[in-house]
């Protein structure tokens, strides 16, 4: 267990310069992250300084992914507070270019759908040349 923090001093670090964030109770500095996460770190300032549980298990991450977060964690967010949101949005203003759309593919894609598809257009590219072979 780490240190108790307050959801007020989380809310105070919503910027790229220090970045932090909450998950399921637990308190994230990924300040040093947001140029190596593969989704922008536009995509983790805009939940900067809140509890971002919710917008994290929507985006579907990976289990590699939910283990790379403890070299990020700094502590556990305080038990009276884990269910109370800041009172003023926490959220700055996205410079203009950073306006893209993030595009994040869910592991059951990745693990799944694209390799069927694959191995199903294989099968039928085999078969068309086997056809193509015994014609001759």
């Not at 403890?70 to 700055?92: C, S, W």
Request: net charge negative; hydrophobic share 45%.
């Amino acid at each position: 267990m780490g240190r108790l923090i307050s959801a007020q001093e989380v809310a105070e670090h919503k910027t790229e310069d220090s970045c932090w964030f909450i998950y399921k109770g637990k308190v994230y500095d990924v300040t040093n992250f947001l140029n190596e996460h593969p989704g922008g770190g536009d995509a983790i300032v805009a939940e900067a300084g809140t509890d971002a549980t919710v917008a994290f298990n929507d985006v579907g991450h990976s289990a590699d992914a939910i283990e790379m977060m403890q070299d990020y964690y700094i502590g556990d967010l305080k038990k009276e507070e884990a269910f109370v949101a800041p009172t003023q949005p926490n959220k700055t203003p996205a410079p203009a270019q950073s306006k893209r759309v993030n595009l994040a593919i869910p592991p059951l894609v990745w693990d799944i759908v694209i390799p069927s598809a694959v191995g199903v257009c294989l099968f039928f590219a085999y078969k068309r040349l086997a056809q193509a072979q015994h014609a001759l």
